[in-house]
């Protein structure tokens, strides 16, 4: 079945820089990759997604760029906020793990002010 | 709009103990899951239930039971808790679309289980 690392698994910054989180998945027809983002308490949210036909997608200052042939995606964003410190997770899904989503563990995402 | 709604949010049970996490959503949504959230482990996924009537094991199914009452609602069972059941509980939902492959996954905010 599907497995998707995420890394770093913690990762603190200067408000004003970027932030990149990187993730690497072994499902070969894995054709969908969202992120989702969790604050303190709350269920996780999604920020953004990109299928395998497409290489970059960007959302204002979130992008999520992806390597099909060296199977990893990755969340970019830049101008960092305190308000985007948060939990932040990968997943894949396919068709041929019936369309059930699998998470990486987790990036603990701190925006030093 | 309340979208996805479980209950309890915090329950404390002793071993062999069992219990039903509850889950409905207002959505009108296909697709319904049940994940688990431990430090390190991210979310794993439980059971799904692709549409009414069905139900299907995720990545750690053992020790629990799931029921899709109908479109709406969705109960996640622990017949006798352990303590390696401790663990956050999100329900989420999704219009799933198998044709796209695509599909948001709308989450609950959760119910904090603690196994004594």
């Known amino acids: 079945g599907e497995n998707v690392e995420q890394h770093p698994s913690t990762l603190s910054v200067q408000e004003g820089d970027s932030a990149v989180i990187k993730c690497t998945y072994s499902d070969s027809a894995s054709n969908y990759f969202p992120w989702y983002k969790q604050e303190l308490g709350k269920g996780p949210q999604l920020i953004i997604d990109?299928?395998?036909?497409?290489g970059e997608k960007k959302d204002q200052r979130i992008a999520v760029t992806l390597n099909k042939t060296a199977k990893h995606f990755s969340l970019h964003i830049t101008e960092t906020q305190p308000e985007d410190s948060a939990v932040y997770f990968c997943?894949?899904?396919?068709?041929?793990?019936?369309?059930?989503?699998?998470f990486g563990s987790g990036t603990r995402l701190l925006v030093r002010p | 709009n309340a979208g996805v709604t479980q209950t309890p949010k915090f329950q404390v049970l002793k071993t062999g103990q069992s219990m039903t996490l509850q889950c409905a959503q207002d959505?009108?949504?296909?697709?319904m899951y049940w994940y688990r959230q431990d430090p390190g482990m991210g979310l794993r996924l439980i059971y799904y239930s692709a549409s009414e009537g069905t139900t299907d094991k995720g990545e750690v199914p053992n020790g629990y039971n799931v029921s899709r009452l109908n479109k709406r609602e969705f109960s996640l069972r622990l017949e006798s808790a352990a303590p390696s059941q401790t663990s956050v509980y999100f329900c989420?939902?999704?219009?799933?679309?198998?044709?796209?492959?695509?599909?948001?996954?709308?989450f609950g905010e959760g119910s904090r289980l603690t196994v004594l």
């Open positions: 990109i299928r395998s036909n497409v």
């Open positions: 989420a939902s999704s219009a799933l679309d198998r044709g796209l492959y695509t599909g948001e996954l709308f």
């Open positions: 959505m009108n949504h296909n697709s």
């Open positions: 997943a894949a899904m396919s068709k041929d793990s019936s369309y059930k989503l699998i």
